[in-house]
């Protein structure tokens, strides 16, 4: 199985300040073929379902505020949020779908300093 | 509004058996492959199964093979899982989860997911 790390587990950042979470795979994601890295970010807000942030490792659901952006190729990648909002609390999780079975990293919670 | 609905969770005692269903709406449903994403309290994020969008293929973690068979009914647009011999470490919010991407095959990124079905396994 692919092992997603994630660091740090949580990082509290003040407000307006930017957060910054790494994840690494145990091998890379990215599929030669299409130069395409098969990786996954999610928020989660307490008490919520995750909800999709990036895929392709920077590609931007719609609706996620341009504050947000990750990237990084094979089994190095970042989630940068540049400018951090009180409704950006969450725990934020990456996931590899190059193989199966998919995986997820640990988690990272994000709190207010 | 697409919108995915769980329903069946509930106490159960080791080594029985439960079945959860998510009713799918909003979309066209037998054109998204689906899973099941588990997670236990406090935990983090745990792949259970997909199924294509037909049907036809499915896939499942090792901790689950052999004990759960996901299912659907896209005539109803509802998607299953049956879960048998449950342990103690099954004991989690099960999340339904739509393929993102319009294709029937399973392709693994998931938006958006149901609000989840709380599945606690006690005696």
């Known amino acids: 199985d692919i092992v997603m790390t994630q660091s740090p587990d949580s990082l509290a950042v003040s407000l307006g300040e930017r957060a910054t979470i790494n994840c690494k795979s145990s091998?890379?994601?990215?599929?030669?073929?299409?130069?395409?890295?098969?990786l996954a970010w999610y928020q989660q807000k307490p008490g919520q379902p995750p909800k999709l942030l990036f895929y392709?490792?920077?590609a931007r659901e719609s609706a996620v505020p341009d504050r947000f952006s990750a990237g990084g190729s094979g089994t190095d990648f970042t989630l940068i949020i540049s400018s951090l909002q009180t409704e950006d609390v969450a725990t934020y999780y990456c996931?590899?779908?190059?193989?199966?079975?998919?995986?997820f990293g640990q988690g990272t919670k994000l709190e207010i300093k | 509004e697409v919108q995915l609905v769980e329903a069946g969770g509930g106490l159960v005692q080791p080594g029985g058996s439960l079945r959860l269903s998510c009713t799918a709406s909003?979309?066209?449903?037998?054109?998204?492959?689906m899973a099941w994403v588990r997670q236990a309290p406090g935990k983090g994020l745990e792949w259970v199964s997909a199924?294509?969008?037909?049907?036809?293929?499915?896939f499942y973690a090792d901790s689950v093979r052999g004990r759960f068979t996901i299912s659907r009914d896209n005539s109803r647009n509802t998607l299953y899982l049956q879960m048998n011999s449950l342990r103690a470490e099954d004991t989690a919010v099960y999340y339904c989860?739509?393929?993102?991407?319009?294709?029937?095959?399973?392709?693994?990124?998931?938006?958006?997911w149901g609000r989840g079905t709380l599945v606690t396994v006690s005696s």
């Open positions: 996931q590899q779908y190059y193989d199966l079975p998919y995986t």
């Open positions: 392709w490792a920077s």
């Open positions: 989860a739509r393929d993102f991407v319009v294709v029937t095959t399973v392709q693994g990124w998931f938006d958006p």
């Open positions: 199924i294509s969008g037909g049907g036809a293929t499915t």
């Open positions: 909003g979309f066209t449903f037998s054109s998204h492959a």
């Open positions: 091998q890379s994601v990215l599929y030669s073929s299409n130069n395409a890295n098969y």
